[in-house]
């Protein structure tokens, strides 16, 4: 069972694009953590066959995760036990960024070329967890903002999905954006929307 996380009602999907303030190559390539994030890692390089074969091994964990559980609380076990475990059909030690439920979305993010920065799939039955929908936090430059925040919206108006929504997010002092849902489905389709070959919509604009 997928959780839901009714506790997150507004979905925003406008920005404000003057309070974003993109860090220093000093912030973007730490080594060292950050304060919102203590493993945090540069993810920039990552492309879309990256993302491509994450997207793989993350929808068959939570695929298994929801087939096998009958709680939120049981799904979240699952995916806690996965690595511990060899007789799981996947393995998640291959996912990178970010855990599973949010590894696809921050890795499209970062072909994007934004940078996440903090991540987390909501984790439900977790003591002082509860309360953590699905997100991501990220920087990103305006004209790439300007362009996700589009594509975003086009994504909900084509896909009927209510349930995602992006705000403005201040990380690490600079002004960044969060990406967020009320469950993994929304943040991982998206991720896949997000995927498709820009070329692909821009011959269809043009005809």
Known sequence: ???????????????????????????????????SNQEYSDARGFNWNAFKENYQIEKAAIDYADKHSKTAKEFEEILERFNEDNNFPVGLEDLVVAEAG????????????????????????????????????????????????????????????KHIGIDNAEIEGYGGLLLYANNIPSLM????????????????KKK
């Open 1 to 35: 069972m997928i959780p839901t996380f009714p506790k997150v009602k507004k979905f925003y999907l406008k920005v404000d694009f003057k309070r974003l303030n993109y860090p220093p190559e000093r912030v973007l390539s730490c080594e060292y953590g950050l304060f």
């Open 102 to 161: 949010v590894s696809s979305i921050a890795i499209a993010l970062a072909a994007f070329d934004c940078v996440p920065v903090t991540s987390c799939r909501g984790h439900p039955g977790i003591s002082g967890k509860e309360d953590s929908s699905p997100h991501v936090a990220f920087w990103a430059k305006k004209i790439k903002s300007k362009e996700l925040v589009s594509i975003l919206n086009e994504y909900v108006l084509k896909e009927k999905d």
């Open 189 to 204: 389709n998206f991720a896949k929307y997000l995927s498709e070959p820009f070329t692909s919509r821009s011959k269809t």
